[in-house]
């Protein structure tokens, strides 16, 4: 199915056809007036062509202005079409380029707003990073210290146990002797 432009191509197409069509038949008609004049001032022979009937060239003349009004009015219609639909096209373009615009810079507040996000979260997490870190040297120090403390407290039952067995050795080496 042929689209707007090769419609409108093919009718002006034909409209210049018609067009050169009038003025060929117009010439012709004014030539052979000139010739009829002609002859009959300097009284010469008709041509041997037949008899010229004038009613059918005007005829035909009148079809082919009415054709070409016709098809004058067709392409202005079809032009009137067509600035309508480059009217729209031109709205919607406009239309398209605005939304897109408008989503760029939603687009661009989204990201600042999620970069502000971030870096909140990345200080946030190097605070508790750090945290952890002190609360883990804590626990290693209680660690250490409870350890160091078994150790002593161990160190100082032992100490005891051997001074209780020593007394009891006193005794039962006394006993002995």
Do not use: C
């Amino acid at each position: 199915m042929p689209d707007e432009s090769d419609k409108l191509d093919l009718l002006t197409e034909q409209w210049q056809e018609n067009r050169d069509l009038i003025r060929a038949l117009q010439e012709q008609a004014k030539a052979l007036r000139n010739e009829i004049i002609t002859n009959d001032t300097t009284g010469g022979p008709p041509r041997e062509r037949g008899p010229i009937d004038f009613a059918e060239f005007d005829t035909k003349y009148a079809e082919l202005q009415k054709e070409n009004q016709l098809l004058n009015q067709t392409i202005k219609q079809y032009e009137t079409t067509l600035e309508i639909i480059m009217a729209k096209f031109r709205a919607q373009t406009q239309t398209i380029q605005k939304e897109k615009h408008d989503l760029q810079l939603q687009l661009e507040s989204v990201l600042e707003e999620e970069r502000q996000s971030n870096a909140i979260l990345r200080k946030e997490n190097t605070f508790l990073q750090e945290r952890l870190d002190e609360s883990l040297q804590v626990m290693r120090q209680a660690v250490r210290s409870d350890e160091d403390s078994n150790v002593e407290g161990f160190f100082t039952s032992l100490t005891q146990e051997n001074e209780s067995l020593r007394e009891i050795l006193k005794i039962s080496s006394s006993f002995a002797s």
